[in-house]
């Protein structure tokens, strides 16, 4: 069965700084992996996805991410921190057979400080 | 409508109790999916839709839950007899085919119950 695992649970960045979210996944295929944000009091909102095609993935808002085989990673940066990216993060991998299934990280809660 | 919909947003409910919580997704979106978010958890797949049949209720905690679809619109997370550990955020996304080929799906901004 694939499986994520966000490595931090928390991150803290000053305004201007860059943002790093880690995630590790487990599947036994080539993986379709995402990265969905959850503004407070907000629905879930796709940040970014990777299905096969470039393995460095550009998001919304300035976010990307980069596909890495070798290290069965799906990190997501961000250059440079705005007060608005604060939320909560998740590293989502859909399953190789019931492709509408996915499966979530525990997440990852980013502050921004001024 | 612009967005998918849920109600209620928030519910309280006593012990034993049954709920149900609604979800209205995006027109024309023929899948549809509910998911549970457990405090300081990632999500929680419970059931899934394809128009107004289930092929997945596999994520489904036990048989007090059900789960409906009517007209490939509405949908009605049903739980009979709560327990405490049935509190958490449920939320409904739908999407226009899998996430595998439109990578998107549109959640509604959840349902929180509570089980006191």
């Known amino acids: 069965a694939q499986s994520v695992t966000q490595l931090d649970s928390h991150v803290s960045v000053s305004e201007g700084t860059p943002v790093l979210l880690r995630c590790n996944y487990s599947s036994s295929y080539s993986p379709s992996l995402f990265w969905y944000v959850q503004h407070p009091n907000k629905g879930l909102q796709l940040l970014l996805k990777?299905?096969?095609?470039?393995?460095l993935v550009k998001g919304i808002n300035g976010f990307e991410a980069e596909f890495k085989k070798s290290e069965t990673s799906f990190h997501l940066t961000k250059p440079s921190a705005h007060m608005s990216d604060a939320a909560e993060y998740f590293c989502?991998?859909?399953?190789?057979?019931?492709?509408?299934?996915?499966?979530f990280g525990a997440g990852t809660t980013v502050t921004v400080r001024a | 409508g612009a967005g998918v919909s849920q109600s209620p947003s928030n519910k309280v409910t006593e012990k034993g109790k049954d709920v149900e919580l609604r979800c209205d997704p995006i027109?024309?979106?023929?899948?549809l999916y509910w998911y549970r978010q457990r405090l300081g958890q990632g999500l929680e797949f419970l059931i899934y839709f394809q128009g107004n049949s289930a092929p997945d209720k596999s994520g489904l905690p036990s048989d007090r839950f059900s789960a409906e679809r009517t007209g490939e619109s509405v949908s009605t997370l049903t739980i009979q007899r709560t327990q405490q550990e049935d509190s958490a955020v449920y939320l409904c996304?739908?999407?226009?085919?899998?996430?595998?080929?439109?990578?998107?799906?549109?959640f509604g901004e959840g349902s929180r119950l509570t089980v006191l």
């Open positions: 990777y299905t096969s095609a470039a393995t």
């Open positions: 996304a739908s999407s226009l085919g899998s996430p595998k080929i439109t990578g998107e799906l549109f």
């Open positions: 027109s024309g979106h023929t899948a």
């Open positions: 989502v991998v859909s399953d190789w057979v019931n492709d509408y299934k996915l499966s």
